[in-house]
Nanobody
Framework: QVQLVESGGGLVQPGGSLRLSCVAS????????MNWYRQAPGKERELVSS???????IYADSVKGRFTISRDNAKNTVYLQMYNLKPEDTAVYYC?????????WGRGTLVTVSS
């Protein structure tokens, strides 16, 4: 069974950077399509970025050019590098994958962008 654990959130000033990490348990990480979602206060959860098993990526329009998703299969880890953070990026960031058509979520890591 795959479990996901996020880390790397925190408080950062506008224009700052953070790198989020999501570590997956188990031995099938390399074949998993991995996703980062976020949920801001009072808003619905939204897809931020995805990376396939072969490294193809997609991004939400709101983060294109500022965020980069990557993966290290040797470490069972997917990363979200965030640059030029804005107050509207404040949210809980979640890692998600699907195993046998069942969604697996991490517990999230809070990112707060504020001066």
């Amino acid at each position: 069974q795959v479990q996901l654990v996020e880390s790397g959130g925190g408080l950062v000033q506008p224009g700052g950077s953070l790198r989020l990490s999501c570590v997956a348990s188990g031995s099938i990480f390399s074949i998993l399509h991995m996703n980062w979602y976020r949920q801001a206060p009072g808003k619905e959860r939204e897809l931020v970025s995805s990376i396939t098993s072969i490294g193809s990526t997609i991004y939400a329009d709101s983060v294109k050019g500022r965020f980069t998703i990557s993966r290290d299969n040797a470490k069972n880890t997917v990363y979200l590098q965030m640059y030029n953070l804005k107050p509207e990026d404040t949210a809980v960031y979640y890692c998600r994958t699907d195993v046998n058509f069942v969604a697996v979520w991490g517990r999230g890591t809070l990112v707060t962008v504020s001066s």
